[in-house]
C-alpha cells in the first residue's frame, strides 16, 4: 500500500466551480500537510501549508486536514482556467526529513 | 525569489551511457534533493543532501549516484543509463532541517534509447 494516494483524474470543471481534490494517507505519524501546484513542463510550487489538523484558507483556495480518517483536501472556490494545472498533495512527519507526495490530480478548467 | 535551474529540459540518451544532470541553487539552502517524477506514481526520492559532501540515499537509489561539491549544485549521475530510467528529474531545494517548504526546478526530461 502506497504511502499515499491521490486520484489522478483528470478532472474537468466549468470556470466559476468549487473544486474538491484529495488525499489520503496512511500513516498516522504524518504531522505536516502540503499542496503543491505545478504547470505543463514546470515544477512543483508550494500552495498552501497545514499542521496538523484543521483548515486553513488562503483566498480562493482553503486546505483541510482530518487526522482521525488521514484525510485531506484542498478546495478551490470560484476556479479560473488559471488553475488548471496537476495538484499534488505532500506530508511529513515532525522532523521534515522526508517528505511523501501523492501521484498528483490534472485539473482542467473550462472557460 | 528562489531560484532552482536544471542544466537541460530535455535529454536523450543512449543504453549505457554515463548521465549527468546538474542542479543549481542561488538561496544558499543547505539541503537539496533528486526525485524523479513518473505517471502514476508520483515523486519518488532518489538521493538527498544535508550539506555539501553529504548525501544520503532516498526510496530508488539503484543506479544513480549523486556530488555534491559545492553548497549550491547537486549533480544526479546515472552510472549506465538503461531504458527504466526514462523519466522526468525533479531537482528541489530547502533551507534547512525544520523547514517544509521545498523550491523546485523546471525538470529534466530524460529519454534513454
Known amino acids: 500500500q502506497k504511502e499515499v494516494e491521490q486520484d489522478p483524474g483528470p478532472l474537468s470543471v466549468p470556470e466559476g466551480a468549487i473544486v474538491s481534490l484529495n488525499c489520503t494517507y496512511s500513516n498516522s505519524a504524518f504531522q505536516y500537510f502540503m499542496w503543491y501546484r505545478q504547470y505543463s513542463r514546470k515544477g512543483p510550487e508550494l500552495l498552501m501549508y497545514?499542521?496538523?489538523?484543521g483548515n486553513k484558507e488562503d483566498g480562493r483556495f482553503t486546505a483541510q486536514v482530518d487526522k482521525s480518517s488521514k484525510y485531506i483536501s484542498l478546495f478551490i472556490r470560484d476556479s479560473q482556467p488559471s488553475d488548471s494545472a496537476t495538484y499534488l498533495c505532500?506530508?511529513?512527519?515532525?522532523?521534515?526529513?522526508?517528505?511523501?507526495f501523492g501521484s498528483g490530480t490534472k485539473l482542467n478548467v473550462k472557460p | 525569489d528562489v531560484k532552482v535551474t536544471q542544466s537541460s529540459r530535455y535529454l536523450v540518451k543512449r543504453t549505457g551511457e554515463k548521465v549527468f544532470l546538474e542542479c543549481v541553487q542561488d538561496m544558499d539552502h543547505e539541503n537539496m534533493f533528486w526525485y524523479r517524477q513518473d505517471p502514476g506514481l508520483g515523486l519518488r526520492l532518489i538521493y538527498f543532501?544535508?550539506?555539501?559532501?553529504?548525501?544520503e540515499k532516498g526510496d530508488i537509489p539503484e543506479g544513480y549516484s549523486v556530488s555534491r561539491e559545492k553548497k549550491e549544485r547537486f549533480s544526479l549521475i546515472l552510472e549506465s543509463a538503461s531504458t527504466n530510467q526514462t523519466s522526468m528529474y525533479l531537482c528541489?531545494?530547502?533551507?534547512?532541517?525544520?523547514?517544509?517548504?521545498?523550491?523546485f526546478g523546471p525538470g529534466t526530461r530524460l529519454t534513454v534509447t
Open positions: 497545514t499542521y496538523s489538523s
Open positions: 505532500a506530508m511529513t512527519v515532525y522532523n521534515f526529513n522526508k517528505f511523501y
Open positions: 528541489a531545494s530547502r533551507r534547512g532541517q525544520g523547514s517544509y517548504e521545498q523550491y
Open positions: 543532501s544535508y550539506d555539501v559532501k553529504m548525501k
